[in-house]
Structures are given as structure tokens and as C-alpha cells.
């Protein structure tokens, strides 16, 4: 008997397979922590424009035009994560295709500004295409593993002509912009939901997702968004540097910005994520949801940046309309975190608490230094999930 020693063809693909959702140890690879690189850029440009929109007192737009932005960045990489989930090979077709999706939020993040000052959506739209395409490479590859032909033949097919759908909404007439823009958004979130439903009902399993691996990078893109509001309070330290007048100001701000982030931290991972996915339904649900959770993670930092024009006198807004850039970012995402993962655990006093201090900190933008009030807030909220913490069972802290 011959012993074949030659070395493997370097281009060999690893056969395409469904991850085991219950497979031990699975983590985050370093290339999905590569591609969480990319999208700071785009995080970090849609934030720096968020801040200069509603500090100029153009609020109206500048929402819109973040809530837009942030569809295209938090669809895309939401996307790949539920993909990479359930077929990750790591092969080098898989790779490059997935530096391809990372070439596109880079074209993405380049047409952040002009969809900002000029409503010209087509670079962004461009970029997006970009990843979406790819992920359709991505999906045509899963059909051929078997049992989730169906399922990811209706994945590719139903991206591939939302993707068509996009390029032809760059042409359409102003008066149709607007509605078209909610019917492809639309259409968008409905290609998952048609596509596992269909495979369930043709005798098949829904597409395998890893609980823990899933809602891990979930923490990972929570900690992203949160560092740009480290970010901001840097700035506010190095504004403090360059203004003699309003160095207490802006030093306390950057210190509150610290609290704020971290008490934000705190919360959203005080529950096991884990336990808040499970059947479609659930999994929907938690997906879906985290765009308001993850949204105002990013714009917690454009609030921040607010704080400081104020404080150096360098916007339009009033001192309410000031507060409450801050406030409502910081309520919204303590409320979505508290209805995703903590209302089902928590007991009376902390599913009591939280809500009762979102409501308190979007009231505080009415009272003089509100984030000051805010952050003692927060405090309370979290020395209120400490206290209550249910105790861990003695195995699982003895290892």
C-alpha cells in the first residue's frame, strides 16, 4: 500500500458545513474580529456627522440621515455575523469574500458624508451593494450543503434583488424616495424571516446558530459603538487643554462621559445574553431589536460631543434640546437592553428600576446639568443590578 505525501493543492476549498450550535469553546475568530475593525470607521464617521447635525440645531435631518446610514452598517455586518454563525469554513474563498464585504463598508463610511450634507446616497449605496454581494456569494456556497439548499437559495436570491431594487431607488423620482426607502428597508429584514420560514415549513431545520458565539460578537459590536463614547470624553479632556475658560466644565464632562460608558457597560451585560435567543421568533426578535439597542450606543457619543459645544458655547441648540441629545440615546438604549435580555431574568425591583431610570434621565434634560444627574442615575442603576444579581450556582463559580 502507497502512501499519498503530497502536499494538499493550495487552493482546495474546505467543504462548506453547518456549524454545530452547541459546539464547545466557540468564540469569535480573528477574522470576524478583523472585520469588526472596519466598521469603526464607519461607526465612528456616522457618530462625527450625527454630532455636527444636531449641534448645527438640524435635528430633523440629521436623524433621518443617521437612522439611515446606521441601517446599511448594522444590516450588513449583522448579516455576515448570523452567517459566519451557522457556515463558517475560514477557507481562503471564505476569507476573501469577506474582505471583499469589509472593501464595501469602507466605500460605505466614504459616502457617510455626502448622504449627511448633500442627501446623495450613492456612494453609500454603492458600498452597500458591495457586501450584500458578496454575502450572496456566501449564500450560494451554503446551498449546496444539504438540508439548507432551500434555505439559502431563498437568502441569495432574495438579497440579490433587493440589491437590484437599491440601484434602481438611486434613479427614482424625488416624490418616491422617501416610501421606496421603507418599502427596500422592508424588504430587507423580510428575506431572513422568508427564507427560515419557508425552510422550516419544506421539512427543514432553521439555519444552525451558537447561542453563546452569536450573542458574544453582539457584546463585541456593543463594545465598538460604547468606545466612541471614550472617545468623546478624550475630546472633552483635550478641549479642556485649549480653553483656559472652560477647563472645569469640559474636564467634568469627560469624567461623567467615563461614567456614563461605563455604567451603560455594565447593564448590558449584567444578563446572559444567551438565554434571550433561542426558537425564530426569539432570535428575530433579539436581532431586530439590537439596531435601536446598537444606534444608540453610536449616538451616546454624538450627545457627549454636544455636551461639550455647550459648554464652550460653540452650538445653536438650547440648553434642553442640548440635554436631551444625551438623554434620549442613553434612555433608548437602557430601555431596549432592559425589554431584550434583562426584563425575563430580573426580578421586581430591577424590572421596576430600569425603566423608572430611562424615564428619569430623559426628564433630566430638563433640570440644570443634566449629565451630571444622568450619570448618578445610571450609578444607581447599576449598584441596583449589583445588589439583585441572582447568585451563581456553587459548580459554576467553582469553575
Do not use: C, K
Not at 34 to 56: E, K, R
Not at 145 to 154: E, I, N
Amino acid at each position: 500500500m502507497t502512501t499519498d505525501t503530497r502536499p494538499p493543492a493550495p487552493l482546495r476549498l474546505s467543504p462548506m458545513t453547518a456549524r454545530d450550535p452547541h459546539e464547545p469553546h466557540r468564540a469569535a475568530t480573528p477574522l470576524e474580529l478583523f472585520f469588526d475593525l472596519v466598521f469603526v470607521v464607519a461607526v465612528a464617521t456616522a457618530a462625527v456627522d450625527l454630532h455636527h447635525a444636531l449641534t448645527d440645531d438640524h435635528i430633523g435631518h440629521g436623524l433621518v440621515s443617521y437612522a439611515i446610514v446606521f441601517f446599511g452598517i448594522w444590516w450588513a455586518w449583522m448579516n455576515f455575523t448570523w452567517f459566519a454563525t451557522s457556515f463558517d469554513t475560514d477557507d481562503w474563498l471564505y476569507r476573501v469574500l469577506t474582505i471583499l464585504q469589509m472593501s464595501g463598508v469602507l466605500v460605505l463610511a466614504a459616502g457617510i458624508d455626502p448622504a449627511f450634507e448633500h442627501d446623495d446616497f450613492r456612494l453609500l449605496v454603492a458600498g452597500y451593494v458591495v457586501m450584500r454581494v458578496a454575502m450572496v456569494a456566501q449564500w450560494l456556497r451554503a446551498a449546496r450543503v444539504p438540508g439548507y439548499g432551500r434555505t439559502a437559495g431563498l437568502y441569495a436570491a432574495g438579497i440579490a434583488v433587493v440589491q437590484v431594487l437599491w440601484l434602481a431607488w438611486l434613479a427614482a423620482p424625488e416624490s418616491l424616495v422617501a416610501p421606496a426607502l421603507v418599502v427596500l428597508v422592508l424588504a430587507e429584514i423580510a428575506v431572513p424571516v422568508v427564507a427560515e420560514t419557508r425552510g422550516v415549513q419544506a421539512g427543514r431545520g432553521m439555519t444552525p446558530w451558537h447561542a453563546h458565539h452569536i450573542t458574544e460578537r453582539y457584546g463585541l459590536f456593543t463594545i465598538i459603538l460604547l468606545g466612541e463614547s471614550l472617545l468623546a470624553s478624550g475630546n472633552a479632556i483635550i478641549e479642556a487643554l485649549h480653553d483656559d475658560e472652560a477647563v472645569a466644565p469640559l474636564v467634568s464632562i469627560g469624567a461623567l462621559a467615563v461614567v456614563v460608558t461605563a455604567a451603560l457597560w455594565w447593564i448590558y451585560f449584567w444578563p446572559p445574553h444567551h438565554e434571550a435567543i433561542g426558537g425564530l421568533r426569539q432570535s428575530l426578535r433579539y436581532g431586530y431589536t439590537h439596531y435601536l439597542v446598537f444606534a444608540a450606543a453610536g449616538a451616546v457619543s454624538a450627545g457627549i460631543e454636544v455636551q461639550i459645544d455647550a459648554a464652550t458655547h460653540h452650538t445653536e441648540l438650547g440648553d434642553v434640546a442640548a440635554g436631551l441629545t444625551l438623554a434620549v440615546p442613553v434612555a433608548m438604549f437602557v430601555l431596549m437592553t432592559w425589554w431584550l435580555a434583562i426584563r425575563e431574568r430580573g426580578d421586581a425591583v430591577v424590572n421596576l428600576a430600569l425603566p423608572l431610570g430611562a424615564v428619569l434621565v430623559l426628564a433630566e434634560a430638563f433640570v440644570p446639568g443634566p449629565a451630571v444627574v444622568t450619570a448618578v442615575v445610571l450609578v444607581a442603576m447599576v449598584v441596583v443590578l449589583v445588589v439583585r444579581s441572582p447568585a451563581a450556582p456553587r459548580n459554576a463559580r467553582e469553575r
